[in-house]
């Protein structure tokens, strides 16, 4: 079984830029595709980028350009860059992994807060 713990999140001042790290403990964290989420107060949750196994990525349009999501299979992490931070970047930022076998892991997240 996977299991997915996230750190890094922060209160930061818009404009400023902050890492979210994704640690896996577990086999094969090469066989999972990664992704990043988040849910702000009140709002479902949404996807904000993702990382295939393969290495294709995808962005939410609300964060492309401005947010990085990248992997590292050798210490078995995901990190999210975020740079150029809004208010509305404020969320609970989840990571997750899934794989075509149906597996699909959760963390718990951790607070980003955008505010000045």
């Not at 094969?28 to 949750?45: E, I, L, N, S």
Request: net charge positive.
């Amino acid at each position: 079984q996977l299991q997915l713990v996230e750190s890094g999140g922060a209160l930061v001042q818009p404009g400023g830029s902050l890492r979210l790290s994704c640690a896996a403990s577990g086999i094969a964290f090469g066989t999972y595709d990664m992704g990043w989420y988040r849910q702000a107060p009140g709002k479902q949750r949404e996807s904000v980028a993702a990382l295939t196994r393969v290495g294709r990525t995808n962005y939410a349009d609300s964060v492309r350009g401005r947010f990085t999501i990248s992997r590292d299979n050798f210490k078995n992490t995901v990190d999210l860059q975020m740079n150029s931070l809004k208010p509305e970047d404020t969320a609970v930022y989840y990571c997750r992994a899934t794989r075509g076998d149906g597996r699909d892991y959760w963390g718990k997240g951790t607070l980003v807060t955008v505010s000045s």
